[in-house]
C-alpha cells in the first residue's frame, strides 16, 4: 500500500454567518470571519490515494489524471467563486469552514477514484490552519 | 544604510471590474478574477524600510513598531475585507490588483516611517503573483 | 471524525547536556549541541484535534481559541526563553529535545481541550528535523 | 511512542518509459515524462522513526546518524544520479516512479534501524506531488 | 514604476560538463555535477517587469499572458528536457549552469516584452542556489 | 552581471540587552527579546555574489566554494553559539540584530571574494524578519 498526493490550488471568497443568530452574536463567534462584504484565502489542497503501483507503469494513480479529476469535480467549482454562494455541493446554512470544506470535498471526489482508494482530504485555509478529513 | 523587511499578512475577497465595459469585455480582460460573487487571497506583505542600525539598540526600526504601524495603517482596513467595497484609501474605480495595492499601501505608510525611509512594499496575492513599488 | 491543526511559533534557547556524563562524552553523543553558551531555534509548533464539525459554527473547534489555548499553555513558558533553565513543567534532567518537547507539550494542552479530542502534538526544530506524539 | 523524522534532500535525472510498448503507448501513458533524454527532480526525502525517548539523550534515534545512514545507503546511490541508469537497488525495468521509489528506499533503510522502528518513507517530486510508503 | 513577478517552474536534466577537459578536470570542477547519465532538478523562475499600472485594468502587464509568453518562449523548449541536448536557444558548449541559464532566458523574453519592460530574470536551481539577470 | 545567491542556515543563542540601560529600560525597548537566559533562532543567511560566467564553466563563483567561504568565515563561529558571548567579530557591546549581524558577516566575508564581488548579504532572523546589506 502506497499513498500518493496530489497539491492543488483556488482562491475563493467566504464569510461565517448564521442567519438564525444575532448580529452580536455571529460577531462572538466568528470574529472578523463574519464581515459582511467577505473576506478570502488561497486554499491549498492535498488529496491522497492509496493503492498498490501498478507493475507496468509504477503509478498507484496517474497524478495527471487525479489533478484532472480534482479540477474537474471540484476546483471548477471552488476556484475564483463565494463558498456560501456559488458552489453546488456546499449545502445551503452549512459554514464554509475548512473542516465542512473537507467533507463535501470527499463526497465530492470518493466516487470516482477507481483502482484504488481515496485516503486523504486536506485543506490549508492559512499557513496557520488546516483540516483533514479520512473518510471515517 | 541596512535594509529591514517586516512581513505581514492578510485575508481578502476582491474582483476585478470595469464598469463602463460590457460583462463580455471584463471576462475577456479579466477572465474568472471578473466572477460576480468575488473571491478572495491570503495576502503576504512585505514592508522594508532602510537606514543606519542605531548603535544603542541595533535597530533600524524596532520591527514589532513596524509591525503595529502596518496593522494600524493598512491591515486594520484590508484584513478580513473586500477590497473593492470597504477599505477607505483604495479610491472607487482603482481595480484592487496587486500593482495598484502596493501604491496604495506606499502611501498609507510613507508619511508615518520617522528616523529611517521606507524603501519598498511588496505585496503576493498567489505564491506564483507579487508586485513591488520602490516609490518611484 | 474531522482533524483540524493549528501552527504557532516560538523561539528559544537550549543546549543538550548530561550532567552526569564528562565533558567529553556529552561533546561525542550531542556533538555542537552540548556547546557551552547555548543555541537556538524558531520552533514551529502544529497542534492536532480530532473530532465532529459543529453543525452551528462548522468548528471542530474554534482555531481562534485553540491558539489561545496553546499562547497560554505552552507558548508563555517556551517563547523566547530558555528551555532548560526557564520552563515549570520541563523537568529538572530532562533533555530539551523535540522527541521530549512534543510530550510535555501535550501534557499541557490535552487536559484543556474539551467537546473534541487532542489528536497530535508535532514540532519542527529545523527545516530538516521534527518530532510527533500522538498521545500513545 | 514519539515518532522523529529526518528530511533530506537529492538531485535526479529519470524518464519513464516501458520497453515493451510502442513510443506512441508511452507517450499516451507518461506524457512529456517519456521524453528522450532525460528530465530531473530536486527530490525531498522524509525518513520518520518510532520509539521511545532514551532517558538520558532524550533520542529516540539520534537524528545525525538517521542522516549519516541515510546519505550512506540511499542518497549516495540517488544523488546527482540517473534514477533509471545507476541505482543498484532499483530493479532494471522499475519504473523510477515516486511510489516505486518509497518502497525500494524502504528496503534500503529499514534493516538498519536499530533500538527503534521505521515509520515512514516519504518522497517529493515537486511541490505538487509526493508518495508515502508505511512499510505494510 | 512598479515591479509585476510571475512565478513559473520546470524540471529538467543537465550535467556540467566542458568536452576538452580530461576527466580528472571535469570531475575535480565540478563534482557530481559532472556525473556521466546527467542529474535533473525542480527550476522556479521569477520573471519580473516594470512599468506604470494601466488606469484601467490595473495591470502593469496581464500576468496570465506574462505566464502565457514565459510558457512559450521558455518553458516549452526547458520543461522535461534536457538542457545539454534538446534545447534550442542554448549554444552548444555554453554550460546550462543557473547563471547562463537566466542570461539565455532573459534573451528568449526580452523581444516579447511589450508595454513594459523585462526588469528581471530570476532562477532557483535548488532551495540554496539562485542566480539573477537584470539586462546588464 | 550576473547575480548569484547562496543560502546557508545556522541555529544560535542571542539576547537584545544595553549594560548601561535599567532593567525596566531594557525591557521597554527590546521586550521579551531581554529574557535573561537567552532565546535563538534558525537564522537563514543569504549571500549574493556579482560578476560575469567564466566562458568555460558557467559560473560567476563556484556556489561549493562559496558555501565553503560562507562555513570558514562565519558559520563556525555562529552556528550553535551563543552571538552576545562567543562570536570573535560581533564588537563587545553590539547588540546582535540582524541589522548589524548583516554588516559583520559582509566584513568578514568582502575580502575573501575573488574574481568577482560580493554584492549583498542577507539574513532572515524569523519568517517575518529579515535585514540586507549592500556593503553602502
Same mark, same amino acid.
Given at each position: 500500500?502506497?499513498?500518493? #498526493? ?10 461565517? !454567518?448564521?442567519?438564525? !443568530?444575532s /448580529?452580536k452574536k ?5 470574529? /472578523?470571519?463574519?464581515?459582511?462584504? !467577505? *473576506?478570502?484565502?488561497?486554499? =491549498? ?31 471548477? *467549482? ?6 456560501? &454562494?456559488?458552489?453546488?455541493? @456546499?449545502?445551503?446554512?452549512? $459554514?464554509?469552514? #475548512? =473542516?465542512?470544506?473537507? &467533507?463535501? @470535498? !470527499?463526497? $465530492?471526489?470518493?466516487? *470516482? @477514484?477507481?483502482?484504488? $482508494? &481515496? ?6 485555509? #492559512? =499557513?496557520? @490552519?488546516?483540516? =483533514?478529513?479520512?473518510?471515517?
Amino acid at each position: 500500500m502506497v499513498y500518493l #498526493t496530489r497539491r492543488e490550488r483556488f482562491n475563493a471568497a467566504h464569510k461565517l !454567518w448564521v442567519k438564525d !443568530w444575532s /448580529k452580536k452574536k455571529n460577531r462572538q463567534v466568528f470574529g /472578523k470571519c463574519a464581515n459582511k462584504n !467577505w *473576506h478570502g484565502h488561497n486554499f =491549498e489542497l492535498f488529496v491522497t490515494v492509496k493503492g498498490t503501483p501498478d507493475p507496468d507503469t509504477g503509478f498507484v494513480m496517474d497524478a495527471k489524471k487525479l489533478s484532472d479529476l480534482i479540477k474537474k469535480k471540484v476546483l471548477k *467549482h471552488l476556484d475564483h467563486n463565494n463558498l456560501n &454562494l456559488d458552489v453546488p455541493f @456546499i449545502p445551503k446554512g452549512m $459554514q464554509p469552514t #475548512t =473542516e465542512n470544506l473537507v &467533507l463535501v @470535498i !470527499w463526497q $465530492q471526489l470518493e466516487p *470516482h @477514484i477507481k483502482n484504488c $482508494q &481515496l485516503h486523504s482530504v486536506k485543506l490549508y485555509e #492559512t =499557513e496557520n @490552519i488546516f483540516a =483533514e478529513y479520512l473518510g471515517e
